[in-house]
């Protein structure tokens, strides 16, 4: 059940291997998700896997990570043991709603309550397309764009579980969702699962997702998520990716803001291979507000490339991305983030700003915000910036007795603080403090807070 | 109000582009069409050596195997190169030797735009070379500048009498291989200036080369080529107009500049091609490679660039900062109104140690038009120390313009410190009430306000210039505030 690495053209071996196991891809699922598979699996013959030509993936070559041999999971990984035993997110005072998803499939035994007494519901996306066909048929791939993007395309026509949350109207959650994404496998393994968060009007929620891997092979995800932020919808998204350095991950985010909703999302970086997180964000009504926050930390050869495009379609809202690096050895970080406001989208307030510093002269950052404006009463701006921990504040520092590398951490600290002040969730924010202090020390591996150990010795 | 501000929108966008009549000269016009017959005949027009006729065919085989460029933020239409004349020259009896063997009707041209080609103007204190169509007509003050060793004269001249340095310096900072329209350019270029500074000399007066295409379906190619040796400055000026004709003509030109160790270039250009009419139509595809390389230590090249004109701009005038302690500089006003388009900015490649570099971009837009900035600042690894400062600004008039801003920053070096800012913003309000209380009318305070806007840029224009960018932008925007 692999995909072998041969010369053929990437996109044929997808094509070729989609056409002969389709019967079981489409298996037990509904029209509502199959239907799609076959316009997008054509879409994805026409875009590929993108490479440096295209202009989005410029600083980012996907085609290397998808040339390996990976085991496609179009079964799920039958495990004889409880998983429950070996991982545990270990977040002090952090009460959530616990979704487990191993190598993409949706793990049972870790939810065992899948609808609260308030209608909130979260469970895998192969039951709700079973179990609410309407809300599939109404919200799965309306935002997603799997006719332009290669890779979204990919996991459209392949997807066949995930998490599916639905917060009914005026709900709010009463503890905020996690979604812990596993990656284990003795043999290289790709996973490409597709979340559908759907919020109905004046809801709320929050949810937090944690990427992880268990053991040492190389791993390849292209995920997809799509939320639907109803009419004074209010959501917080934190996305904490924490993986080792073979592994890659695309994850794809599509939002789709109604009037008057807000959504913060915030992602950190701790720890992976090759990044690339894509989020396309579309204010679909007026008043809406939203902010996009992203922190990475990265050291040896990891790359991470994070790709915004906001897209302000109507008047009066307000829209806030910053996205924040520490770039150390040898790796390589690249921004991407464009602000397109629409014609007679007036009114729009839209900000981006991307800081970095680069603590080596091998590491690299590429960045290019991008104003398209189409609409004259607006307020816009964006700035980038890259350089070094500011010499005065170091000297000021050590001119207190702080040693240098002590004064050198305080300072991206404190430059790191300013995204993760921005997480609402408080004992996360707390534990994401003390887990970026340790990581910019160099001491988090990535197994810290998993029971395993597996890997403590192996590479980072 | 808004009926008020219509009137005077129709009033300014509805000014006739000025320099749009047609010349009544004898021209001497190779056949349409493009192919290596042509090139040669080119070529032999103007009695080349072999070199470079070598150097046009390389070109242009490179140049059949690339494709148009399609990445900038712009809709060109397909342009068909087989209809279009690549040569065209005044006919004259072989060189001008004094003013009186110019053709009297060309002299009117000149003269009617304002330019002191006449030496009798010596006065003007500018030393002028007049390109038309694409041919270089006359170039003043040579004598006197050949006292102190400048060279400055047509390319065609240059490649005659100075073969070794158009040999040595010719594709060094643009390779015919660079991109699509500097390819078409080598093989084809038919004139342009040179311009040679020895050492330590500094130019008395300003250098100045006017565009101008006439001829009908003729795309205009020309090449400038400037050399500063050590410690030596020298302040180059350019300007453009056209012929109001319906349909577009090209023009792709490229600029090459060397600043030798401690030399200083500062190259201004005033661009005002006939930017087609109130619907789109006709109007010049402005389409320039200009490269600078500050290849010795301390030396500095500055572009300033006023852009009113073109129906299609795609120009970037970058600066290659080889030489430690090199400075980079880039000064913009790029406007559009009506159907235009432009995709403009600039690269600063850092290579030296201890460079520096700037960029103001002030974009305009108003009527249909979009207007962009593309720039890139890129430290390489070795780049020490080297700081740079972006600011792009754009300013929106009416509601159905756009404007766009697309910085490529890459950064490989830690000590370096990159600052790029965009804000976006119109003409207030506030402004204009604030201006109409103390009794200033409406179209004078938006002239205040854009020429407020621009001066950052304006200022660093010499003075020749400066006064006719500020009508150029009065008369490219005034009263266009939506």
């Keep these: ?460 | 109000m808004a009926k008020e501000q219509d009137k005077i929108l129709q009033k300014y966008t509805g000014n006739e582009y000025k320099y749009g009549w047609v010349t009544d000269v004898e021209s001497d016009t190779l056949p349409k069409g493009l192919n290596e017959d042509i090139i040669r005949a080119i070529s032999k027009k103007k009695n080349e050596p072999e070199f470079l006729l070598d150097f046009r065919l390389k070109a242009y085989r490179h140049w059949k195997e690339m494709k148009m460029p399609e990445w900038a933020h712009l809709k060109i239409p397909e342009i068909d190169y087989q209809d279009m004349v690549y040569y065209s020259a005044p006919k004259q009896k072989a060189g001008p030797k004094s003013i009186d063997d110019v053709d009297p009707e060309l002299k009117k041209t000149f003269d009617r735009l304002g330019i002191p080609i006449d030496e009798q103007k010596r006065l003007a204190g500018v030393a002028v070379d007049a390109v038309m169509d694409s041919s270089s007509v006359k170039t003043t003050f040579k004598e006197k500048l050949a006292e102190l060793g400048i060279i400055f004269c047509s390319f065609s001249e240059a490649v005659q009498n100075h073969p070794d340095l158009v040999r040595e310096y010719m594709g060094s900072v643009v390779p015919y291989t660079d991109n699509y329209f500097a390819a078409l350019n080598s093989a084809v270029f038919s004139d342009g200036s040179f311009v040679y500074i020895p050492k330590g000399v500094r130019t008395p007066m300003e250098l100045s080369t006017y565009f101008r295409i006439n001829a009908a379906n003729t795309g205009q190619f020309e090449r400038t080529l400037i050399v500063a040796e050590d410690d030596s400055y020298v302040s180059y000026l350019e300007g453009c107009t056209a012929p109001i004709r319906d349909e577009n003509q090209l023009h792709a030109a490229i600029v090459e500049i060397v600043a030798k160790n401690n030399a200083h270039v500062k190259y201004s250009t005033v661009q005002n091609w006939y930017p087609g009419d109130k619907e789109g139509k006709g109007g010049i595809y402005n389409f320039v490679t200009k490269r600078g390389k500050a290849q010795g230590n301390h030396s500095k090249i500055s572009w300033t660039q006023v852009e009113t004109g073109s129906s299609i701009t795609w120009k970037y005038p970058s600066v290659i900062l080889m030489g430690d302690n090199s400075v980079g500089e880039f000064y913009s006003v790029a406007v559009t109104n009506n159907h235009q388009q432009a995709d403009t900015g600039t690269k600063m490649i850092h290579i030296g140690k201890n460079t520096k570099s700037t960029i103001v971009s002030k974009g305009i837009s108003a009527g249909y038009s979009n207007n962009s900035y593309r720039g890139l600042v890129k430290i390489t690894k070795n780049a020490e120390n080297a700081r740079n400062f972006s600011q792009c600004d754009s300013m929106l008039m009416g509601d159905r313009c756009g404007a766009h801003t697309f910085p490529y920053i890459e950064t490989e070096n830690r000590s370096a410190i990159v600052e790029h800012e965009a804000t976006t913003s119109k003409i207030g309000d506030d402004q204009i009430f604030y201006c109409n209380q103390r009794g200033i009318n409406e179209e004078d305070a938006i002239g205040l306000i854009v020429n407020g806007y621009a001066k950052e840029v304006i200022n660093k224009l010499p003075m020749e210039f400066a006064v006719e960018a500020q009508t150029l932008l009065q008369i490219s925007l005034e009263g266009s505030v939506g």
């Design chain 1, 1 to 460: 059940m692999s995909i072998h690495a041969q010369s053929i053209d990437l996109k044929d071996r997808f094509a070729a291997f989609f056409y002969k196991h389709q019967s079981t891809i489409r298996e037990g699922l509904p029209e509502g998700i199959n239907q799609h598979r076959q316009v997008a699996i054509e879409a994805f013959q026409q875009n590929g896997i993108p490479d440096r030509n295209v202009e989005d993936y410029k600083y980012t070559d996907l085609n290397p990570a998808f040339e390996k041999d990976y085991r496609t999971y179009i079964r799920p990984k039958q495990i004889d043991f409880n998983l429950n035993d070996i991982f545990h997110c270990d977040v002090p005072a952090l009460d959530t709603h616990v979704v487990l998803l191993l190598n993409g499939w949706f793990y049972e035994k870790k939810t065992p309550q899948k609808k609260l007494p308030n209608g909130v519901i979260i469970t895998s996306l192969r039951e709700a397309a079973n179990e609410y066909p309407e809300v599939i048929q109404k919200h799965y791939n309306q935002y997603a764009d799997s006719k332009n993007q290669g890779l979204t395309a990919l996991n459209t026509a392949f997807a066949q579980d995930g998490v599916f949350i639905y917060v009914p109207r005026g709900k709010a959650m009463d503890k905020p969702v996690q979604i812990i994404n596993l990656l284990m496998d003795e043999e290289p393994g790709m996973s490409q699962h597709r979340n559908l968060m759907v919020m109905e009007e004046g809801s709320q929620a929050k949810v937090i997702v944690c990427d992880h891997t268990l053991s040492q092979s190389t791993f390849l995800t292209n995920s997809v998520t799509e939320i639907y932020a109803g009419q004074n919808a209010h959501m917080d998204f934190v996305r904490i990716q924490n993986e080792h350095n073979d592994s890659t991950q695309i994850s794809n985010l599509y939002l789709n803001q109604e009037r008057d909703s807000n959504v913060t999302s915030n992602t950190i970086s701790l720890h992976g291979g090759l990044i690339r997180n894509n989020y396309y964000l579309r204010l679909n009504g007026e008043n809406c507000e939203n902010k996009t926050l992203g922190l990475y930390l990265t050291d040896r050869g990891q790359h991470i490339d994070s790709y915004v495009h906001m897209d302000h379609a109507h008047p009066h809202s307000r829209s806030n991305q910053l996205f924040k690096g520490v770039l150390d050895d040898y790796a390589t970080g690249a921004f991407n983030g464009r602000i397109l406001v629409r014609q007679d989208a007036q009114k729009t307030e839209a900000y981006q700003a991307n800081n970095n510093i680069l603590l080596t002269d091998d590491a690299k950052m590429n960045s290019k915000p991008q104003l398209e404006i189409y609409a004259d009463d607006v307020k816009c701006s964006h700035g980038g910036t890259s350089g070094q921990l500011n010499g005065d504040a170091l000297f000021y520092l050590r001119s207190r007795g702080i040693p240098l590398k002590e004064a050198q951490l305080l300072l991206m600290y404190a430059f790191a603080h300013e995204i993760i002040g921005e997480i609402h969730i408080q004992p996360l924010q707390d534990r994401i403090h003390e887990l970026t202090e340790k990581r910019l020390r160099g001491e988090l591996t990535r197994c810290n807070y998993c029971q395993m150990h597996c890997g403590d010795s192996g590479k980072n």
